[in-house]
């Protein structure tokens, strides 16, 4: 296993939108998971999709830690290949992102709060789960990777996108209603 450079916010692999993972069994697709998990767990992220890491195919894996479960379930390490997100409904809120491919900063960005992701789980079967809140946040953020979309681009009011330090010492307050 080897932790994978990190792509950053600038660089043409993030703004391109991946192929689909033909065999998820491939040796090379294997050996990606594992590096992408290495790569993760060295990084501190909650989420990596492959784009991050030079390889532009439909590709991502997240967790939800014990610590952003928000009363919901911790989610172990997940990869999913091939994802399709749709929202379940219409409302979307605001909560704050960050991204290993643009270190240091955050920002508060709109998300549907409730989703239906389908695709291929780590070992090839089908994924069809509703998520919803933080879990349902990554995915989408981590979906939008594939499609080359860095969360800048979903950003509505840009007074809420700030360095980790100036945030931690100001916090701003989200609003309820978007
Ligand atoms: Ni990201």
């Not at 270190?103 to 089908?126: H, K």
């Not at 681009?153 to 945030?167: H, I, V």
Request: proline share 8%.
């Amino acid at each position: 296993m080897a932790i994978l450079k990190i792509a950053r916010m600038g660089h043409p692999v993030l703004l391109t939108k991946a192929q689909p993972v033909a065999d998820v069994a491939a040796p090379e697709i294997r050996r990606l998971l594992e590096d992408m998990a290495k790569t993760l767990e060295d990084a501190g992220g909650v989420g990596l999709a492959a784009p991050q890491v030079f390889c532009a195919k439909r590709l991502f894996i997240y967790h939800v830690p014990a610590s952003r479960a928000e009363g919901g379930q911790a989610v172990p390490l997940t990869a999913v290949f091939n994802p399709v997100v749709t929202s379940l409904d219409d409302e979307k809120v605001l909560g704050w992102e960050g991204c290993l491919s643009i270190p240091g900063l955050r920002a508060a960005v709109p998300r549907f709060r409730r989703i239906r992701l389908t695709g291929l789980d780590g070992a090839g079967a089908p994924i069809d789960a509703e998520l919803s809140d933080f879990e349902a946040r990554v995915v989408q953020h981590e979906a939008d990777h594939l499609d080359g979309v860095m969360y800048p681009m979903r950003m509505e009011d840009f007074r809420y996108f700030g360095f980790n330090e100036e945030a931690d010492r100001f916090p701003m307050p989200l609003p309820e209603e978007l």
